[in-house]
T-cell receptor
């Protein structure tokens, strides 16, 4: 079993839809949770960062962490064609040089 | 914000030659940098953790003699793919950390070995 599970998609939604992206994990030591967006042939860019359980909102993006269920989510409101990309969840135990463990990424396509 | 510059963005080399990829943190000092490899439609696979002034820590299954990592300063880490073969063709990405969560990624290098 992988440490982090993420549905690879592809997920296709119409413009304006609410998108829900999810990851589950098995290592209860993970404390830091991140969502990255990666466009084709580019490096990942950080979208959201959360520490421990709870919600965090930034513009159209909301990140949720439920440590009791080992489940994290990213919601995108009013999705735009420019949101079409691969979304990667990542998590770490913590510490200044803690390595990230990534999900496989979900490919999202927002259609006009 | 934090910027990590990775160079070159694309490189094509002949089988048997070596290729060097540079990763620079432009506006912050990075005591730790990470090197990843990504195959098409797959996630990032950590290859090694690079610490300034010391030897890199390689993940299991990654050949340290093939993938040479040097972290000579707080702003520069290099990955050299030695004696490259077609199976080394991949997308290589570096990241640098400023702290517990400040992971910034480079734009990646697409290596094609012919």
């Amino acid at each position: 079993q992988k440490e982090v599970e993420q549905d690879p998609g592809p997920l296709s939604v119409p413009e304006g839809a609410i998108v829900s992206l999810n990851c589950t994990y098995s290592n209860s030591a993970f404390q830091y949770f991140m969502w990255y967006r990666q466009y084709s042939r580019k490096g990942p860019e950080l979208l959201m960062y959360t520490y421990s359980s709870g919600n965090k909102e930034d513009g159209r993006f909301t990140a949720q962490v439920d440590k009791s269920s080992k489940y994290i989510s990213l919601f995108i409101r009013d999705s735009q064609p420019s949101d079409s990309a691969t979304y990667l969840c990542a998590m770490s135990i913590g510490g200044t040089a803690s390595k990230l463990t990534f999900g496989t990424g979900t490919r999202l396509q927002v259609t006009l | 914000g934090a910027v990590v510059s990775q160079h070159p963005s694309r490189v094509i080399c002949k089988s048997g030659t070596s290729v060097k990829i540079e990763c620079r943190s432009l506006d912050f000092q990075a005591t730790t940098m990470f090197w990843y490899r990504q195959f098409p439609k797959q996630s990032l696979m950590l290859m090694a953790t690079s610490n300034e002034g010391s030897k890199a820590t390689y993940e299991q299954g990654v050949e340290k003699d093939k993938f040479l990592i040097n972290h000579a300063s707080l702003t520069l880490s290099t990955l050299t793919v030695t004696s490259a073969h077609p199976e080394d063709s991949s997308f290589y990405i570096c990241s640098a950390t400023q702290g517990e969560y400040g992971y910034t990624f480079g734009s990646g290098t697409r290596l094609t070995v012919v």
